[in-house]
């Protein structure tokens, strides 16, 4: 799995994006953070943006707005638009556990009902 901190922010959002981020409550503040700070992982079919402290700069790693963005994941287009916004208590762990999550599991086998 590949990981590329983003080196600007991303120009284009979808007005789906928008909708999400005001229902949602994203704060501007850290919309922002998490577009210059962010790091990018491919995940479920699209490109997640979340807070990883320990990549953040020593300064920034212990400040409230990294602590407050560390709970949120942006979802990019391939071509970078961003697409929806969402909240998780622990982001990273999340999106790491969707990444893995695309592995097929074993089916389990079910008896017949038939007699």
């Known amino acids: 799995m590949k990981r590329i901190h983003m080196f600007g922010p991303t120009p284009y959002v979808t007005l789906h994006y928008r909708l999400r981020a005001a229902e949602r409550a994203l704060p501007s503040d850290i919309e922002c953070f998490l577009r210059t700070w962010g790091t990018e992982t491919w995940a479920a079919g699209a490109r997640q943006i979340a807070v990883l402290r320990q990549g953040l700069p020593a300064e920034l790693r212990d400040t409230m707005i990294a602590r407050r963005a560390e709970e949120w994941i942006l979802v990019a287009a391939p071509n970078g638009a961003l697409m929806t916004c969402y909240e998780r208590r622990d982001a990273w762990r999340f999106i790491m556990r969707k990444s893995e999550g695309c592995r097929?599991?074993?089916?389990?086998?079910?008896r017949s009902r038939r007699h």
């Open 104 to 110: 097929r599991r074993k089916a389990r086998h079910r």
